[in-house]
């Protein structure tokens, strides 16, 4: 299918023309251009952006976004694309904002919508890779080409990749740049670069992997096993204290976006602050019950939009307004100087106590569920009250309607009744006698027969065409008179639809902050303090994970000031805890920027602008890489990305090469950032085995460079892990120490030792596992002279006699020997 291009006129209030030049506006024509392609699906939003002002291209990777898509509107906000690049096939969020957008007249940027086969991820690899990429080496393979790539982009967030893909197509068509070359010159690419939102700080999704912020894992229930997931042991799992659902969905864009702000985290850190003391525990726990009663307000009102509004709705929409108010009601006893207090109580308007006690007095939830339906309370409307009057007095009316016709019915029937049916009317009901048997039978002078149900016949009779004609079909007429009085309380509520968003934010805040503040009373820990300084510190920190497994857990301290030991080296045998202790700095740093207490003594963490890991071999979704092509994937990622305000964890670069490869590359890489003193060099912690990098005095003199290590103990032939960070160079790996601590054989441990010992001093290694080599010479000699011995022109030769005879048994000995 071609690619179609909807366009919005030049023209039109800011629209582009053919180049991309204002419509409003004198510019000249190389006028710099920005191009953003957008997909937004699931709640998630991906996207990426050409400037041709100096042929970059700027890419977010996939991110939470909410209904209204406000990541968006703040990214188009920052940004200023001229042009917006989407999908024709797209949800309604983004559709609605679409509109908003082009309802503005102070900026309308042109819309491009291109098909959906247009955003296919193997077709945006591919255009990827055919892109024309000066920066690229010459002569380079494909799949050098593809790993290459997946250092300077992202393959792990496909929208955002679907969006590289038509963003590629529209820079093509349009010839951005180079609209005067040749046709064989594409648009140049000179440079990737990562994009953030100011102020948000840059964590890809490896991070966020292995240090464990995030784990989904598969549902325990077998009715969920395949299409069901819950979070698993991780930061979000045991911090997540909401009690309401958007409480747990803003908690999780926090995680997804921690920030800079300091105004904001302070904001945060007040209320935490006031719900961790004692003192306030019961304003918590009150509060916290109200908040189980607060439903999905967006999708009640997109009910009440279509008219889809069932009992259910409406009972979830009272208690939620009437908890909101009691929420107020109890936020305005607390303490007003607390900023999110303050904006409750004059952010839940009077509005709240309007629509519940309109909703209390006009619905009767009672009867409503006992019918069924939407049913009003008495006084609400005269007209369905008298009605309902009818209705209730009908049974004695009818009883003496039908003792009337029964005075005029042929004698033989005994019995009958008036009964009324919904949308059919009043009927006459009469026995079946036994001498009715067919049809014909049923007829009766001046009724009209209708049906026959359970041996009752029903007739209309002229009596009850009048009851029709006087009194009318009471129960539809009510059900019309409710559903309009329905309709007008709904629109009276959607009319007030704003202070019912607003406090949707509001209490999705609040659930968020006392959440915390309760995982912070559980755990025991402490409020952090923020700045601008490009220092941190961390008194006695923890793992705030580990220490939720392990009995005892040994707290250490981290330090980094803006002019010394900015890059740590720490060496220490396998298991001794550098992994543990890069994830613990990692973790507490990371809960500061979300504006939680963190697990330490004390802090004082200043705002980073990212935190970058090398940390463990992952899978690539998009090619198959070795690790330590991933590694240095991930590598190379810290050193491009990372600025003298970021936090750089490396646990063992490395592995899956040759030793030398692996040491010098990080050796070269450490040096880097150290060249880069005194400004420029980040929060480097790097965990590493090769101390080689040490003793060969690889790296140069700086004050930037502390070495560390994690203290130890041998007791005999035991090692006794203390998990204690010290000062200095570990002098040991203690191999077979923890190779005895993993169970393997003593005299598997005892002959690598040995081994080791002569491969380290260059003496020859000789096989114990097998006679001297000698002995060994001689039988083989053996077998070889008898086989040479043999005359195979002998016709009285019996080759299969001497096989089994006389050479399988001395090759039988040799196999022995091995």
């Not at 949800?91 to 309802?103: A, H, I, N, P, Y």
């Not at 941190?536 to 392990?550: N, Y």
Request: net charge negative; glycine share 6%.
């Amino acid at each position: 299918m071609a690619a179609l291009e909807s366009l919005r006129p030049g023209g039109g209030g800011g629209g582009l023309g053919p180049r991309g030049l204002s419509g409003d506006e004198e510019e000249e024509e190389d006028s710099p251009v920005v191009l953003l392609s957008v997909l937004a699906q699931n709640r998630q939003v991906g996207l990426c952006f050409y400037d041709s002002k100096d042929s970059s291209l700027h890419y977010m990777t996939d991110t939470p976004d909410n209904y209204e898509l406000h990541l968006l509107a703040r990214v188009i906000q920052e940004v200023s694309p001229h042009v917006i690049i989407t999908s024709a096939k797209q949800e309604r969020c983004m559709t609605r904002f679409l509109q908003q957008l082009d309802s503005n007249p102070d900026y309308r940027p042109e819309v491009v919508t291109y098909p959906y086969l247009e955003f296919g991820l193997e077709v945006s690899k591919q255009r990827l890779l055919s892109a024309h990429l000066p920066f690229l080496p010459a002569f380079i393979s494909e799949r050098d080409k593809m790993s290459y790539l997946s250092s300077c982009i992202s393959f792990d967030s496909p929208l955002m990749l679907r969006a590289v893909g038509a963003l590629l197509k529209c820079l093509d068509r349009r010839r951005v740049g180079v609209e005067l070359e040749d046709s064989s010159v594409g648009v140049p690419i000179l440079h990737f670069h990562a994009y953030t939102l100011k102020g948000v700080i840059c964590i890809d999704r490896d991070t966020y992997s292995v240090l464990q912020i995030f784990k989904s894992e598969p549902h325990p229930s077998v009715y969920k096993l395949h299409s069901g997931e819950k979070e698993g042991l991780s930061l979000y799992g045991i911090l997540n204290r909401c009690r309401c659902k958007f409480g747990s969905k803003l908690l999780r864009q926090w995680f997804s976006r921690p920030t800079q702000d300091l105004a904001v985290l302070h904001r945060r850190q007040e209320v935490i602050r006031f719900f961790t003391s004692p003192r306030n525990s019961d304003a918590l726990s009150t509060l916290q019950s109200l908040l189980r009663n607060i439903s999905n307000i967006p999708t009640l009102l997109r009910r009440m939009c279509l008219s889809h509004t069932k009992v259910t709705n409406w009972q979830s929409l009272y208690k939620t307004v009437y908890s909101a108010v009691c929420i107020r009601d109890t936020v305005r006893h607390l303490p007003q100087s607390i900023q999110l207090f303050c904006d409750i109580s004059e952010g839940f308007s009077d509005d709240l106590q309007y629509i519940a006690s309109l909703i209390n007095r006009v619905v009767d939830f009672e009867t409503s569920i006992a019918e069924n339906h939407f049913t009003i309370k008495p006084n609400v409307d005269p007209v369905v009250d008298e009605k309902k009057r009818r209705m209730m007095g009908l049974s004695d009316f009818l009883t003496d309607v039908a003792r009337r016709e029964l005075e005029y019915l042929d004698a033989r029937i005994p019995s009958c009744c008036v009964i009324y049916i919904p949308l059919i009317g009043f009927l006459l009901s009469v026995p079946r006698l036994p001498s009715m048997v067919v049809k014909e039978d049923f007829e009766m002078e001046g009724l009209d027969f209708m049906f026959l149900s359970d041996d009752r016949l029903h007739y209309r009779s002229q009596r009850t065409r009048e009851l029709d004609d006087l009194i009318g079909d009471l129960h539809c007429d009510i059900r019309d008179l409710e559903t309009a009085i329905m309709t007008q309380l709904q629109n009276t509520i959607l009319e007030r639809s704003a202070s019912l968003y607003k406090v949707l934010d509001l209490i999705a805040e609040l659930d968020c902050l006392m959440a915390l503040s309760s995982a912070s009373q559980e755990y025991g820990y402490t409020s952090p303090k923020l700045s601008n300084h490009r220092r941190i510190t961390i008194t006695q920190g923890r793992h705030p994970l580990l220490e939720l497994c392990s009995p005892v857990f040994v707290a250490n301290t981290f330090q980094s000031s803006e002019s010394q030991d900015r890059v740590k080296v720490i060496t220490g045998p396998n298991s001794s805890g550098k992994s543990i202790y890069l994830k613990q700095v990692g973790l507490i740093v990371f809960m500061a920027l979300i504006g939680s207490d963190v697990p330490a003594k004390e802090a004082e963490i200043g705002l980073v602008d990212g935190i970058f890991t090398r940390m463990q071999s992952r899978e690539s979704v998009s090619v198959g890489l070795s690790t330590f092509m991933i590694d240095l994937s991930q590598m190379a990622h810290a050193l491009n990305s990372s600025t003298g305000n970021s936090l750089v964890l490396i646990d063992e670069f490395g592995k899956g090469t040759n030793t030398v490869d692996g040491l010098s590359l990080l050796a070269a890489s450490i040096s880097h950032w150290l060249r880069k003193a005194p400004v420029d060099v980040p929060h480097v912690l790097l965990a590493t085995n090769f101390h080689s990098l040490l003793r060969l005095d690889l790296l140069p003199s700086s004050g930037m460079l502390s070495l560390l290590t994690l203290e130890t103990a041998v007791d005999g032939n035991e090692l006794v892990f203390l998990y204690q960070l010290k000062e200095g160079i570990c002098q040991s790996s203690y191999a077979a120490n923890i190779a005895t601590l993993a169970s393997l054989p003593t005299s598997l441990v005892q002959r690598g030792v040995e081994v080791s010992e002569l491969y380290r001093t260059g003496r020859s290694i000789k096989r114990v596992d097998s006679p001297s080599s000698h002995k060994q010479a001689n039988r083989c000699r053996s077998v070889v002279e008898k086989f040479l011995s043999l005359d195979l022109e002998d016709t009285d030769l019996d080759l299969q006699h001497f096989l089994k005879e006389e050479l399988l048994p001395s090759a039988g000995e040799l196999q022995n020997c091995n």
